[in-house]
């Protein structure tokens, strides 16, 4: 079966301290496993990177106090979810907000249900954690955007 085809947007956010918001997701058709992942999803027929990714960030966390920078990284990964394949072209778009305590809301949407918790990161964290952390090559991004600013153009992830 070929994969479905996909466009996303994943949002970098970053707090005050550096830290880079993540979530915890799993997928109940491999039980048991799970990943951090940035907030983010599904580009909508109409909508734009950035809306999208305002969108999602409101939908998965209620953060809707952003500053919004630019793109910073895209790419394609090929992953199964729920049984099925997919092939998602992402885009990473940064972003900073002061508001620390976050927590996952009851957006209701069948996506949120499978996102476990929040935990903000610090880059020494990412770099040394034995978890499954996505995109690979996250904590390398982060690194870059701290000390020399957002990429022009985006990087390749």
């Known amino acids: 079966m070929a994969a479905e085809q996909r466009r996303a947007v994943r949002v970098l956010l970053l707090d005050p301290d550096d830290r880079v918001l993540l979530l915890r997701g799993t997928d109940p058709a491999e039980p048991g496993t799970t990943w951090w992942i940035t907030p983010g999803g599904g580009?909508?027929?109409g909508e734009g990177p950035l809306e999208a990714a305002r969108r999602e960030l409101a939908e998965e966390t209620g953060l809707t106090d952003v500053d919004w920078g630019p793109l910073v990284a895209h790419g394609t990964?090929?992953?199964s979810f729920r049984g099925r394949e997919y092939r998602q072209e992402q885009w990473f778009r940064l972003a900073r907000t002061t508001r620390?305590?976050?927590s996952l809301t009851d957006g209701g949407a069948d996506e949120h249900a499978l996102l476990l918790a929040v935990?903000?990161?610090t880059l020494g964290e990412l770099r040394a954690t034995a978890e499954t952390v996505h995109p690979r090559?996250?904590?390398e991004l982060v690194a870059r955007v701290l000390t020399d600013g957002p990429p022009e153009p985006p990087v390749r992830l």
């Open 100 to 102: 620390t305590s976050v």
């Open 119 to 121: 935990r903000w990161w």
């Open 43 to 45: 580009i909508e027929p």
């Open 77 to 79: 990964v090929e992953f």
């Open 137 to 139: 090559g996250l904590a």
